[in-house]
């Protein structure tokens, strides 16, 4: 997804409106072998010309920030930028941060209680077009999915997809992996993925990444 080589450092773009957090993350990346941090700035409007300038591969993002928020520069950084992927880490963990994140195009969610390990785990997948949330983001997203059905959804689903393909597509965005979608559901693993293999070819998904965008914007995984 990106131009970098093999052997070749990510490159990470830091984005927190605090110094102190910005020079901490600076700090705290430069102990990581495989990361290269290419710049560190203070609002999203910075952001999105820093990623215009620097090409970074990586963007590590805060939400709360002034003159531009993260939920913006991630929106405007995944249109104009598709090879940067935009990695939030911010002390937010409620629902609508969340949602609003992965629909603008963040393809991971830390909070800052997240350590060196996990970060440096997130800045790989993120740069690979994996999707990754921390057990906190998770356990939201998981609970979210457990709360009842609202009495009517809609009758049309998006691009041709069945019920049970939107479903297992709802799934994924909230972050479950094969193994969860299938005990949710009551089927195998295999049945699963040939749902996942549908419903990949009809929304030209090519990683669950993209699907897990496309079900937020399509309303597929969003929170009651």
């Known amino acids: 997804m990106s131009g970098q080589r093999s052997g070749d450092p990510i490159r990470v773009l830091v984005v ?9 993350l600076v700090a705290l990346l430069g102990l990581v072998d495989e990361v290269a941090v290419v710049g560190a700035v203070g609002d999203g409007e910075q952001a999105v010309r820093a990623v215009a300038d620097l090409t970074p591969e990586v963007v590590l993002m805060d939400l709360r920030m002034p003159v531009l ?17 935009v990695l939030v880490l911010t002390t937010y963990a409620d629902d609508e941060s969340i949602v609003s994140a992965l629909r603008a195009g963040a393809r991971g969610y830390l ?31 998981v609970a979210a999915l457990s709360r009842p059905e609202p009495p009517s959804r809609p009758a049309t689903r998006p691009g041709g997809l069945t019920g049970r393909e939107a479903e297992v597509l709802g799934l994924i965005g909230r972050g479950l992996n094969n193994a969860e979608i299938a005990a949710a559901l009551f089927v195998g693993e295999a049945t699963v993925k040939t749902h996942i293999n549908n419903a990949f070819a009809k929304i030209g998904a090519r990683n669950r990444a993209d699907a897990v965008r496309y079900a937020y914007r399509h309303g597929l995984a969003e929170p009651n």
Do not use: C, N, Y
């Open 111 to 141: 909070t800052k209680d997240a350590g060196r390990v996990e970060i440096a785990a997130a800045i790989r997948a993120a740069a690979a077009g994996q999707s990754t949330f921390d057990a906190t983001v998770s356990q939201r997203l």
């Open 16 to 24: 927190d409106d605090q110094q102190i957090m910005r020079e901490g």
């Open 69 to 85: 928020d993260g939920v913006e520069a991630t929106r405007r950084i995944a249109e104009r930028h598709p090879a940067t992927a």
